[in-house]
Protein backbone atom coordinates (compact mmCIF):
# COMPACT_ATOMS: atom_id res chain seq x y z
CA UNK A 1 0.00 0.00 0.00
CA UNK A 2 0.68 3.81 0.34
CA UNK A 3 0.86 6.58 2.95
CA UNK A 4 -0.38 9.76 1.18
CA UNK A 5 -1.00 13.08 2.97
CA UNK A 6 -2.81 15.96 1.17
CA UNK A 7 -2.34 19.68 2.19
CA UNK A 8 -4.95 21.13 2.59
CA UNK A 9 -7.95 19.14 3.85
CA UNK A 10 -10.44 21.48 3.34
CA UNK A 11 -10.63 24.96 1.84
CA UNK A 12 -13.32 27.69 1.09
CA UNK A 13 -12.06 30.19 -1.27
CA UNK A 14 -13.50 33.54 -3.02
CA UNK A 15 -14.57 32.85 -6.53
CA UNK A 16 -11.41 33.82 -9.60
CA UNK A 17 -8.74 33.01 -6.86
CA UNK A 18 -6.17 30.27 -7.03
CA UNK A 19 -5.71 27.29 -4.67
CA UNK A 20 -2.65 24.91 -4.87
CA UNK A 21 -3.26 21.30 -3.35
CA UNK A 22 -0.49 19.25 -2.07
CA UNK A 23 0.01 15.61 -2.08
CA UNK A 24 2.67 14.46 -0.78
CA UNK A 25 3.99 10.03 -0.91
CA UNK A 26 5.57 8.25 1.64
CA UNK A 27 7.85 6.40 -0.56
CA UNK A 28 8.95 6.78 -4.35
CA UNK A 29 6.42 6.72 -7.16
CA UNK A 30 6.52 6.66 -11.11
CA UNK A 31 2.71 7.04 -11.44
CA UNK A 32 0.29 9.55 -9.80
CA UNK A 33 -2.95 10.98 -11.20
CA UNK A 34 -5.06 13.88 -9.60
CA UNK A 35 -9.03 13.29 -9.41
CA UNK A 36 -12.24 15.37 -8.72
CA UNK A 37 -15.48 14.24 -7.10
CA UNK A 38 -18.07 16.37 -7.01
CA UNK A 39 -21.20 16.00 -4.62
CA UNK A 40 -22.82 12.52 -4.82
CA UNK A 41 -20.46 11.43 -7.69
CA UNK A 42 -17.89 8.94 -8.64
CA UNK A 43 -14.19 10.11 -9.76
CA UNK A 44 -13.20 11.73 -12.88
CA UNK A 45 -9.46 11.52 -14.05
CA UNK A 46 -8.38 14.89 -14.36
CA UNK A 47 -4.64 14.30 -15.05
CA UNK A 48 -1.35 11.60 -14.71
CA UNK A 49 1.78 13.29 -13.46
CA UNK A 50 5.11 11.99 -14.13
CA UNK A 51 7.93 13.03 -12.72
CA UNK A 52 10.65 14.86 -15.53
CA UNK A 53 7.53 15.39 -17.81
CA UNK A 54 4.85 17.17 -18.56
CA UNK A 55 0.88 15.96 -16.89
CA UNK A 56 -1.40 14.55 -19.44
CA UNK A 57 -4.56 16.04 -19.02
CA UNK A 58 -8.23 14.14 -19.83
CA UNK A 59 -10.72 15.33 -22.12
CA UNK A 60 -12.43 18.70 -20.68
CA UNK A 61 -9.45 19.39 -18.41
CA UNK A 62 -6.88 21.91 -19.68
CA UNK A 63 -3.65 23.02 -18.19
CA UNK A 64 -4.33 26.57 -17.60
CA UNK A 65 -7.40 25.76 -15.26
CA UNK A 66 -5.45 22.91 -13.59
CA UNK A 67 -1.44 23.07 -13.68
CA UNK A 68 0.14 20.74 -11.64
CA UNK A 69 3.93 20.40 -10.68
CA UNK A 70 5.55 16.79 -10.14
CA UNK A 71 8.85 18.23 -9.07
CA UNK A 72 10.47 14.62 -7.57
CA UNK A 73 9.06 10.59 -7.10
CA UNK A 74 6.90 11.72 -3.80
CA UNK A 75 5.50 14.96 -4.59
CA UNK A 76 2.73 16.55 -6.95
CA UNK A 77 1.05 19.82 -6.68
CA UNK A 78 -2.47 20.44 -7.95
CA UNK A 79 -3.91 24.04 -8.78
CA UNK A 80 -6.88 25.06 -9.10
CA UNK A 81 -7.10 28.73 -11.09
CA UNK A 82 -9.47 31.09 -11.57
CA UNK A 83 -12.26 29.24 -9.36
CA UNK A 84 -15.57 29.32 -9.55
CA UNK A 85 -18.73 27.59 -7.99
CA UNK A 86 -18.66 25.04 -10.37
CA UNK A 87 -15.13 24.19 -9.02
CA UNK A 88 -16.53 23.04 -5.70
CA UNK A 89 -15.60 19.52 -5.45
CA UNK A 90 -13.10 17.09 -3.67
CA UNK A 91 -9.60 16.28 -4.96
CA UNK A 92 -7.44 13.39 -4.36
CA UNK A 93 -4.38 12.13 -5.46
CA UNK A 94 -3.70 8.58 -5.94
CA UNK A 95 -0.10 6.62 -6.37
CA UNK A 96 0.06 3.56 -8.85
CA UNK A 97 1.85 0.64 -6.56
CA UNK A 98 2.24 -2.89 -7.60
CA UNK A 99 -0.06 -3.85 -10.88
CA UNK A 100 -2.51 -1.41 -11.69
CA UNK A 101 -3.35 -0.88 -8.12
CA UNK A 102 -4.38 2.94 -7.10
CA UNK A 103 -4.11 4.10 -3.68
CA UNK A 104 -6.20 7.43 -2.34
CA UNK A 105 -4.85 9.82 -0.50
CA UNK A 106 -7.81 11.50 2.29
CA UNK A 107 -8.87 14.31 -0.29
CA UNK A 108 -9.36 18.01 -0.27
CA UNK A 109 -12.43 19.22 0.16
CA UNK A 110 -12.94 22.46 -1.65
CA UNK A 111 -15.73 25.07 -1.65
CA UNK A 112 -16.23 28.52 -4.10
CA UNK A 113 -18.38 30.85 -2.69
CA UNK B 1 -16.39 8.87 -20.91
CA UNK B 2 -16.71 5.27 -20.22
CA UNK B 3 -18.25 4.26 -16.94
CA UNK B 4 -18.79 0.87 -15.46
CA UNK B 5 -22.26 -0.60 -14.79
CA UNK B 6 -22.83 -1.04 -10.75
CA UNK B 7 -25.60 -2.26 -8.84
CA UNK B 8 -27.22 -1.78 -6.68
CA UNK B 9 -27.50 1.89 -6.39
CA UNK B 10 -28.16 2.06 -3.04
CA UNK B 11 -28.80 -0.41 -0.07
CA UNK B 12 -30.45 -1.07 3.13
CA UNK B 13 -29.77 -3.31 5.19
CA UNK B 14 -30.43 -4.91 8.85
CA UNK B 15 -27.24 -5.45 10.51
CA UNK B 16 -26.19 -9.57 10.21
CA UNK B 17 -27.30 -9.41 6.64
CA UNK B 18 -25.20 -10.30 3.45
CA UNK B 19 -25.02 -7.86 1.04
CA UNK B 20 -23.77 -8.56 -2.95
CA UNK B 21 -23.26 -5.69 -5.33
CA UNK B 22 -21.87 -6.25 -9.11
CA UNK B 23 -20.11 -4.22 -11.94
CA UNK B 24 -20.04 -4.97 -15.82
CA UNK B 25 -18.75 -3.53 -18.19
CA UNK B 26 -18.69 -3.93 -21.91
CA UNK B 27 -15.33 -4.47 -22.65
CA UNK B 28 -12.90 -6.62 -21.29
CA UNK B 29 -11.03 -5.81 -18.15
CA UNK B 30 -7.56 -7.04 -16.98
CA UNK B 31 -7.96 -5.35 -13.51
CA UNK B 32 -10.80 -5.14 -11.24
CA UNK B 33 -10.54 -3.16 -7.64
CA UNK B 34 -13.14 -2.69 -5.29
CA UNK B 35 -12.92 0.26 -2.65
CA UNK B 36 -14.80 2.26 0.09
CA UNK B 37 -15.20 5.49 1.08
CA UNK B 38 -16.36 7.06 3.95
CA UNK B 39 -17.90 10.35 3.96
CA UNK B 40 -14.59 12.80 3.67
CA UNK B 41 -12.53 10.75 3.62
CA UNK B 42 -10.31 9.44 0.10
CA UNK B 43 -11.31 5.89 -1.13
CA UNK B 44 -9.43 3.25 0.50
CA UNK B 45 -8.67 -0.33 -1.46
CA UNK B 46 -10.61 -3.49 -0.01
CA UNK B 47 -9.67 -6.01 -2.54
CA UNK B 48 -7.85 -6.35 -6.18
CA UNK B 49 -8.34 -8.81 -8.66
CA UNK B 50 -5.48 -9.44 -11.18
CA UNK B 51 -7.42 -12.30 -13.44
CA UNK B 52 -10.54 -14.25 -15.09
CA UNK B 53 -11.93 -16.48 -12.07
CA UNK B 54 -10.08 -15.29 -9.47
CA UNK B 55 -11.81 -15.34 -6.44
CA UNK B 56 -10.15 -13.27 -3.02
CA UNK B 57 -11.23 -12.86 0.26
CA UNK B 58 -10.44 -10.28 2.56
CA UNK B 59 -12.31 -10.56 5.99
CA UNK B 60 -15.87 -10.85 5.88
CA UNK B 61 -16.05 -9.08 2.73
CA UNK B 62 -15.10 -11.36 -1.00
CA UNK B 63 -14.95 -10.51 -4.44
CA UNK B 64 -14.00 -12.20 -7.89
CA UNK B 65 -12.99 -11.69 -11.16
CA UNK B 66 -15.67 -12.43 -13.91
CA UNK B 67 -14.83 -15.39 -16.36
CA UNK B 68 -16.04 -13.23 -19.26
CA UNK B 69 -13.58 -10.20 -17.63
CA UNK B 70 -16.54 -7.89 -18.00
CA UNK B 71 -18.00 -8.63 -14.55
CA UNK B 72 -16.89 -8.64 -10.67
CA UNK B 73 -19.14 -8.96 -8.09
CA UNK B 74 -18.36 -7.99 -4.08
CA UNK B 75 -20.32 -9.86 -0.96
CA UNK B 76 -19.90 -8.56 2.58
CA UNK B 77 -20.76 -11.12 5.32
CA UNK B 78 -22.70 -10.48 8.20
CA UNK B 79 -22.73 -6.68 8.30
CA UNK B 80 -22.06 -4.66 10.97
CA UNK B 81 -22.93 -0.70 11.25
CA UNK B 82 -19.20 0.18 10.60
CA UNK B 83 -19.48 -1.60 7.10
CA UNK B 84 -21.85 1.72 6.03
CA UNK B 85 -20.50 3.53 3.19
CA UNK B 86 -19.97 4.18 -0.62
CA UNK B 87 -18.49 0.99 -2.75
CA UNK B 88 -17.32 2.02 -5.59
CA UNK B 89 -15.99 -0.72 -8.05
CA UNK B 90 -13.01 0.07 -10.72
CA UNK B 91 -10.59 -1.48 -13.07
CA UNK B 92 -8.76 -0.95 -16.39
CA UNK B 93 -9.61 -1.24 -20.10
CA UNK B 94 -7.96 -4.04 -21.69
CA UNK B 95 -7.78 -1.57 -24.58
CA UNK B 96 -7.08 1.26 -22.58
CA UNK B 97 -4.67 0.09 -19.35
CA UNK B 98 -3.37 3.20 -18.29
CA UNK B 99 -6.72 4.79 -17.20
CA UNK B 100 -9.11 3.20 -14.36
CA UNK B 101 -12.65 2.95 -15.17
CA UNK B 102 -15.20 3.41 -12.64
CA UNK B 103 -18.68 2.54 -11.53
CA UNK B 104 -21.01 5.23 -10.04
CA UNK B 105 -20.98 3.75 -6.36
CA UNK B 106 -23.03 1.70 -4.33
CA UNK B 107 -24.42 3.61 -1.13
CA UNK B 108 -24.51 0.92 1.87
CA UNK B 109 -26.74 1.63 5.11
CA UNK B 110 -27.07 -0.42 7.53
CA UNK B 111 -29.38 -0.97 10.67
CA UNK B 112 -27.83 -1.72 13.97
Known amino acids: SAVISQKPSRDICQRGTSLTIQCQVD?????MFWYRQQPGQSLTLIAT?????????ESGFVIDKFPISRPNLTFSTLTVSNMSPEDSSIYLC??????????FGPGTRLTVL | GQQLNQSPQSMFIQEGEDVSMNCTSS?????WLWYKQDPGEGPVLLIA???AGELTSNGRLTAQFGITRKDSFLNISASIPSDVGIYFC????????????WGLGTSLAVNP
Open chain 1, 94 to 103: SVERGTDTQY
Open chain 1, 27 to 31: SQVTM
Open chain 1, 49 to 57: ANQGSEATY
Open chain 2, 27 to 31: SIFNT
Open chain 2, 49 to 51: LYK
Open chain 2, 90 to 101: AGHDAGNNRKLI
